[in-house]
């Protein structure tokens, strides 16, 4: 099959495809009336992580939340002073809190949290990018290694209560042992549960020439 087939063929091409196997063709439909499924359309259906007993998605991420900053910020007078955390480090992370809350997205935090704390536990170099650096929860989380407060990062490019998207965190790992890292997530979370997306992408003529000219 060449690129030009990656289509569903009608009823008619598949006769003419598999000519003397005309019964085999019209009993495919047979099949594909025995199916029953009901699929839930514009629903989310995220893995469920484990949450110590006693606690919540919600609880448990607010508590990683807290002890990583306090990590993040030992020694650091602005942030911590007194050996406490700044009134305007709680303000930020109890609003983004507020927001993933709203959203119902702590469990997709806690996910990506325990694939990347595996990849650090391993040695496996990992960091976010793009917006989701402009979360301190995720500055948190040691998913990214850039204080958003620091920089005066916005954590509305990443996520939104206005927005229904949900939220995107691109990470990176070490390119020889990102396989070490699917391994753990497909163990951890059932090989069923676990794809990997592909994205085509297409180039116009202006765009493809000048890539042409750098390689």
């Known amino acids: 099959m060449d690129g030009r087939e990656y289509y569903l063929r009608s009823p008619e091409q598949m006769y003419d495809k598999f000519v003397g196997l005309e019964d085999a063709v019209a009993r495919s439909q047979e099949i ?73 997205f702590p469990n997709y935090f806690l996910i990506v949290w325990d694939f990347v704390n595996e990849a650090r536990r ?13 979360a301190l929860v995720c500055y948190s989380l040691y998913l990214s290694h850039v204080c958003p407060i620091k920089y005066d990062l916005l954590f509305e490019r990443f ?30 979370y059932g090989d069923e549960n676990v794809a990997q997306i592909g994205t085509f992408g297409t180039l116009a003529a202006r765009a493809a020439i000048k890539d042409v000219g750098r390689a």
């Open 122 to 134: 391993q040695g496996i170099p990992a960091t976010a990018r793009g917006s989701g650096v402009g």
């Open 32 to 104: 594909a009336d025995t199916v029953d499924i009901d699929l839930e359309l514009g629903k989310r259906h995220f893995p469920v992580y484990s949450v110590p007993e006693g606690e919540t998605p919600t609880s448990y991420l607010s508590e990683i939340c807290y002890q990583g900053l306090r990590e993040r910020y030992a020694g650091n007078e602005e942030m911590m002073p007194g050996g406490e955390l700044a009134q305007v480090v709680i303000d930020r992370l109890e609003r983004e809190l507020g927001v993933i809350n709203k959203l119902g």
């Open 159 to 188: 996520l939104d209560e206005n927005r229904l998207e949900a939220p995107d965190i691109d990470i990176d790992f070490c390119k020889e042992r990102r396989g070490d890292v699917i391994r753990y997530v497909k163990e951890k």
